[in-house]
């Protein structure tokens, strides 16, 4: 089983079960567009973020690495009426682009795109005392994951889900130790999570259209 069998089976289950979503495939298209890298999730976890916030019957939805807004456009159909996503984003031109593709998709009254290191709007957003999210996504640059879970947890409360995406590369996070700044981030991350009492976890490794990876999916107890 190989690339072009995982990429045909991802395209079965899109066909199925997503179809043409006009505000999706037009955030791909203009980040193709902007010469962004192609490193959104794909629409299968699009789907499955989606369904966990909506689940969780989440309100406030905070995403750390924002891109063309692809996840984020996921991610805020889950919000009830009233709803706030925030989204973390280092790239002012992604940003940009982002908010022109989440107002596209009707959804930019509930959506905040801050610009930014996220390492220090989690900082400002804990010292200024903001409610606790529901739910949160880390998938920006993987060697920060650490500060981000630590910056997650202080805008946590219980019951707070915590998705982390990239967690399995190819399957190096289990080693040889390769010394790479993101791998070290990732498994830095996974040792913070093991060590910490509050917290309920686990992670899946997956095949797609993306390859060979994983995410991890963590409680706040
Ligand atoms: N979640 C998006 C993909 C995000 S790609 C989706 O699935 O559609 C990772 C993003 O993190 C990129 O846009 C990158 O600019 C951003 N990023 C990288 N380093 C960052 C940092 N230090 N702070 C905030 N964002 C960062
Ligand atoms: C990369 C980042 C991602 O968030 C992803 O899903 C895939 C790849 C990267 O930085 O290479
Ligand atoms: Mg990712």
Do not use: C
Request: aromatic share 6%; charged share 25%; no cysteine.
């Amino acid at each position: 089983m190989t690339q072009d069998r995982w990429t045909a089976v991802d395209s079965f289950f899109h066909e199925k079960l997503i179809g043409e979503d006009d505000a999706l495939d037009h955030a791909l298209a203009s980040g193709r567009k902007a010469g962004m890298p192609e490193i959104h999730v794909s629409a299968a976890f699009g789907a499955l973020i989606h369904l966990l916030a909506r689940t969780r019957g989440a309100e406030r939805i905070l995403e750390i690495g924002t891109l063309a807004g692809y996840s984020t456009i996921w991610l805020a159909r889950a919000l009830p009426a009233g709803g706030k996503l925030i989204s973390l984003e280092l790239d002012a031109e992604h940003a940009r682009v982002a908010r022109q593709n989440v107002s596209h998709a009707g959804l930019i009254d509930r959506v905040d795109i801050r610009i930014g290191e996220a390492t220090e709007s989690l900082a400002e957003m804990a010292g200024a005392g903001a409610d606790p999210f529901d739910f949160i996504f880390i998938d920006a640059d993987k060697r920060s994951n650490p500060a981000y879970l630590e910056g997650s947890l202080r805008l946590s409360g219980p019951g707070t889900l915590i998705v982390v995406d990239n967690v399995v590369r190819n399957g190096a996070v289990a080693g040889p130790d390769s010394g790479d700044p993101d791998m070290v981030g990732i498994r830095t991350m996974i040792d913070q999570v093991a060590a910490n009492p509050r917290l309920t976890a686990t992670a899946i490794q997956t095949v797609g259209g993306k390859g060979y990876d994983g995410f991890a999916v963590i409680r706040v107890d």
